[in-house]
């Protein structure tokens, strides 16, 4: 019998479906337009394009111009690329347009789609962002669109990261910019860092479409970009608290894989303070809790953490010697992102490689608050409905599933659970050997490397050919994928199957093109394109006959979204195919969740070796435990953009100041309010209102007064004065402050002193900045503990941390005042000793922001002779690249550094 909610969506739809609904005559529109846009030359395409343009600056809404922008468009992806859009497409692109989330399933073109949305927002000359998840597809977006849009007479930029500064302007003055979310973050950061309005790269965050939204706003949301300069070496002492570690025993600590914590026991601590007494990291006398063994405390929990939660070849591997990250969602490798808070140098610790120094925070920002600048943000992904709750909340964007351009052929299985790790894996093999028996195509999906790698090995032990795609094959991912849908493959993949590129059945046609020509590039393009197509279509025949692609998963991940992910490999466009999860007790999911009360049904049902239970309820179990895990996490998440949205509200302030202060001509006036609010201060410290004039600590205020202001004013005379209060002393500091700084403007001249205040100014917000930032990092990190209080840590945080603002602010007036009254004019030798060390300084931000990004020399490189110590055995290293010695640094500002 049907429930009423189920009764109610067939009689009325669902909200989705009503969405979708109400667009079509925006289709049919679109395609009435078709007969007239065809008989327009390809110059008529880009006056059209002006057009359009003038009519939007002039005022006419982008929903007006939709329907001829989009005739427009699929008219000249046609003549550029050869792709008439589908309808659905269209769809997709209008709910782009309206700052959706378009729910696209795989293979349905989601690249071509986000033209449409990018082209009517770019008519408005205020420049539109593609954002990407790498520079690959960035590149291969960014060129194979780029056609399309020259084709309407719009510029196309591309943003990587190793571009020069030029080029990267450039970039973004295109009309559309292809970018990386990474890259986007810190020219965000870098530009708030320059010392003028020339030096920006970024216009205003006019829109944008972000491609694989879900792996971008929500699964790395919580990673802050951050740039930082680096802070003393500590490494003894990371290497010191490691030999302890592997002493603890499991009475020692607490393991919570549920909430992904590690913590001391009483027993624990006792150990630990007797470790530490002997290893001389806390004096004698002293115990874990006193305020000055926190830091100590502080790290050896890290490394606890380093050796209980982070496992290798899962959460990270060791390549040339660095500790190099893994995303737990696409299961690649994060080259330049490091753990915070010391926990990246315990890992390093752990595995015995050189352990980098820590970094200090210069600037930092969310992707969430980042993203949240933009004036309309749109997304595109296979995937976010299950995530829609949070995109709603936290981006305000909605979520609509785009109807398929055919319809779904593939069979989805219930999944099947064995009670042994081993059993579901035998299964596994011998499922694989049946299908590739036939030639069907399989997918095998696994959740970290090591899994991965031992079923290369189950299948080595069967004779079976196969690939593997896993980080550290990330480089032949493209073809590795391209490979996947053909006859008889059989491909290993962990968390990343074909991000950005799909799986052909058959095989890609383009990637065996571009191979055939390079191996002979004497033959002729057109005879070996058509030579291919033909045997490719057979291939595609033979791998349909046999059930198109199978894809097989080794368990369940915690999000939804990531199985759903790997499923959409199968079936695109129509195509047959078949997904199956296979699972067991032993699986982490299971284990964690609730596998006993399975296993007590497993054994009341009386289940044997080798058997599985597939049922629709296990699949129905299966995803309210993975449902609470999302709830969970997105509590979390949401939870920390609260506390980040308090810094955020803050370094927009100052961000917003700084760009106030680079365009603003003469600063003179702040400099003087900054000065008024200065003698304020001073004067309600020594005279305080409402004392008499015995009580005034006229001598204090007299070095305070030289100090501050850098007059010596007779203060002391003017407190014995007969009738004069403290607002005549303070009105007489006023004019004494400003006839000295008079006298500087005129020693100086007009123009070099505004210039001075400009630079003062600049560089006494980014040192408080700095500050702050620490400041509000340590108290993140205790505030948690007001909570045993009965205080809102929250609350706390948000009063303290305003209160710190204000400090911040204060101390900045002081600052600036202090050092204005105190500069001279410098010796020909002491300015140009001042230029080289703004220069060095502003060299150092920007290669501390670089350096975030590097990826390091590679294993081919490291494999063929070469030496990072014998510059004689690097070739010829570009000036961009990594720096061959391993320092991280560009060669061009290392080993390739220009005398």
Request: glycine share 8%; charged share 30%; proline share 3%.
């Amino acid at each position: 019998m049907l429930g009423f909610g189920t009764l109610a969506k067939k009689v009325f739809g669902t909200p989705n479906d009503r969405k979708v609904k109400a667009t079509r005559p925006l289709v049919d529109q679109i395609n009435a337009l078709e007969p007239e846009f065809e008989a327009l030359s390809d110059e008529g395409l880009k006056d059209k394009t002006e057009e359009l343009a003038k009519r939007a600056m002039g005022g006419e809404s982008l929903d007006d111009l939709l329907p001829e922008a989009f005739a427009n468009c699929r008219e000249a992806a046609k003549r550029a690329l050869g792709l008439r859009a589908y309808d659905t497409q269209l769809l997709g692109a209008i709910f782009l347009h309206q700052g959706n989330i378009a729910e696209q399933k795989t293979g349905e073109g989601k690249t071509l789609t986000a033209t449409f949305a990018c082209y009517l927002n770019a008519l408005t000359g205020k420049g539109v962002h593609v954002v990407t998840v790498n520079d690959y597809l960035v590149q291969r977006d960014g060129e194979w669109m780029g056609k399309v849009f020259g084709a309407l007479g719009l510029t196309t930029g591309v943003v990587i990261s190793d571009m020069e500064t030029e080029a990267k302007r450039a970039a973004y003055a295109c009309d559309v910019t292809y970018a990386t979310n990474n890259e986007l973050g810190f020219d965000y950061l870098r530009d708030n860092m320059k010392q003028s309005i020339g030096d920006m790269l970024q216009r205003e965050h006019n829109y944008a479409i972000v491609d694989e939204v879900d792996s971008i706003l929500i699964d790395e949301a919580r990673t802050p970009l951050v740039i930082s300069g680096p802070l003393a070496d500590r490494s003894e002492m990371y290497v010191t608290i490691d030999a302890i570690i592997p002493l603890i025993t499991d009475e020692h600590y607490l393991l919570d894989e549920k909430q992904k914590n590690v913590t001391f026991t009483d027993e624990g601590n006792e150990f630990l303070e007797e470790q530490l007494h002997e290893r001389g990291l806390i004096e004698p006398e002293a115990s874990l809790y006193d305020p000055e063994s926190t830091s100590i405390v502080h790290h050896v929990n890290q490394g606890l953490r380093a050796h209980k939660m982070f496992t290798k070849d899962k959460d990270y591997i060791v390549r040339d010697g660095q500790v190099v990250l893994i995303d737990e969602f696409t299961g690649r490798m994060m080259a330049g992102r490091r753990l915070s808070d010391g926990l990246h140098q315990a890992i390093e610790a752990k595995e015995g490689v050189q352990i980098q120094p820590e970094n200090q925070t210069l600037a930092s920002v969310t992707f969430q608050n980042y993203f949240r600048l933009y004036n309309k943000l749109a997304g595109m992904t296979g995937t976010a409905a299950t995530e829609a709750e949070e995109f709603a909340e936290i981006y305000g964007l909605g979520v609509v599933e785009v109807p398929t351009n055919k319809p779904i052929a593939r069979v989805d299985e219930d999944d099947k659970v064995y009670r042994t790790a081993q059993e579901k894996y035998k299964a596994m093999i011998e499922e694989i050997k049946v299908a590739h028996g036939n030639g069907q195509p399989v997918l095998v999906g696994t959740t970290s490397i090591d899994k991965s790698e031992m079923f290369a090995r189950l299948l080595e032990a069967e004779g079976i050919k196969h690939n593997v795609l896993n980080a550290r094959q990330h480089e032949q991912e493209a073809q590795i994928i391209a490979d996947a849908g053909k006859f008889g493959a059989v491909t290993i993949a962990t968390n990343m199957a074909g991000r950005g590129t799909d799986i052909q059945l058959g095989g890609n046609v383009e990637l065996k093109v571009l191979e055939a020509i390079t191996a002979d590039p004497e033959a002729d393009p057109e005879a070996v394109r058509a030579k291919i197509e033909a045997e490719h279509d057979d291939e595609k025949q033979r791998v349909l006959a046999a059930g198109g692609l199978y894809v097989m998963a080794s368990e369940r991940h915690e999000s939804r979204r990531i199985d759903n992910q790997l499923r959409g490999r199968s079936g695109r466009q129509g195509d047959p195919g078949r997904t199956s999860f296979y699972l067991s007790l032993e699986d982490d999911l299971m284990r964690i969740f609730g596998s006993d009360r399975l296993d007590k049904v497993l054994t009341t049902l009386g289940l044997e070796e080798g058997e599985a239970i597939i049922h629709p309820w296990v699949n129905k179990s299966l995803e309210r435990a993975q449902a609470k895990v999302e709830g969970r996490n997105f509590d979390i998440r949401k939870q920390l953009l609260k506390f980040d949205d308090v810094m955020n509200d803050q370094r927009k302030v100052v961000f917003s100041q700084r760009r106030e202060i680079m365009e603003a001509e003469d600063l003179q006036e702040i400099t003087s309010d900054m000065r008024d609010e200065v003698v304020d201060d001073l004067i309600d410290q020594y005279m305080p209102q409402g004392s008499y004039a015995d009580q005034w600590d006229t001598q204090g205020l007299h070095a305070a007064v030289i100090e501050h202001l850098g007059v010596d004013a007779p203060v002391v005379a003017w407190g014995d004065e007969e009738g004069v209060d403290d607002e005549q002393v303070r009105e007489r500091l006023i004019e004494a402050s400003d006839a000295l700084m008079a006298q500087k403007t005129e020693s100086f001249g007009a123009e070099n002193m505004r210039s001075i205040e400009k630079q003062l100014l600049l560089q006494a917000i980014d040192g408080k900045w700095r500050e702050h930032l620490l400041t509000l990092e340590h108290l993140r990190s205790v505030v948690g503990f007001r909570g045993y209080a009965q205080r809102d840590p929250l609350n706390e945080y948000k009063n303290e941390a305003f209160q710190l603002f204000e400090t911040m602010l204060d101390s900045l007036r002081t600052e600036v005042t202090q050092k204005l009254s105190q500069i001279r004019p410098l010796t020909e030798e002491e300015r140009q000793e001042m230029l080289a060390e703004i220069a060095e300084h502003q060299q150092e931000v920007e290669d501390a922001a670089e350096e975030s990004t590097l990826p390091a020399p590679t294993a081919e490189a490291v494999a063929s002779g070469f030496d990072e110590g014998d510059p004689t055995t690097w070739g010829n290293p570009g000036r961009n690249e990594a720096c061959p010695c391993g320092s991280g640094k560009k060669f061009k500002h290392c080993h390739g550094r220009l005398a």
